[in-house]
């Protein structure tokens, strides 16, 4: 089983900055691909950026030129720094993993880490 951690959230002013972390435990050597996704108030939960465990980056359009997913491959960590915040980029925050297995792709979820863009 996959469990994983976030951390980083918080509150940050409009232009600001924020750097989330993600974890993967426990048995961690089928993930292919870890992400972040995220959820606003009233609004359907979105891809923000993906990274393959070839390095290989996807990133929505709202998010590209401001945000970066990278990793840690030595331990299955993924960091999504997050530079020029909008209030629009306020959301709850997922981290997701997708591992492969014989009956198909298994995906993970975090529990989230909020983020609030205000002044």
């Known amino acids: 089983q996959v469990q994983l951690g976030e951390s980083g959230g918080g509150l940050v002013q409009p232009g600001g900055s924020l750097r989330l972390s993600c974890a993967a435990s426990g048995t961690t050597s089928s993930i292919y691909v870890m992400g972040w996704y995220r959820q606003a108030p009233g609004k359907e939960r979105e891809l923000v950026a993906t990274i393959t465990d070839a390095g290989s980056t996807i990133y929505a359009d709202s998010v590209k030129g401001r945000f970066t997913i990278s990793r840690d491959s030595a331990s299955p960590t993924i960091y999504l720094q997050m530079h020029s915040l909008k209030p629009e980029d306020t959301a709850v925050y997922y981290c997701?993993?997708?591992?492969?297995?014989?009956?198909?792709?298994?995906?993970?979820w975090g529990q989230g880490t909020q983020v609030t863009v205000s002044s």
């Open positions: 997701t993993a997708r591992e492969s297995s014989g009956s198909g792709d298994r995906d993970h």
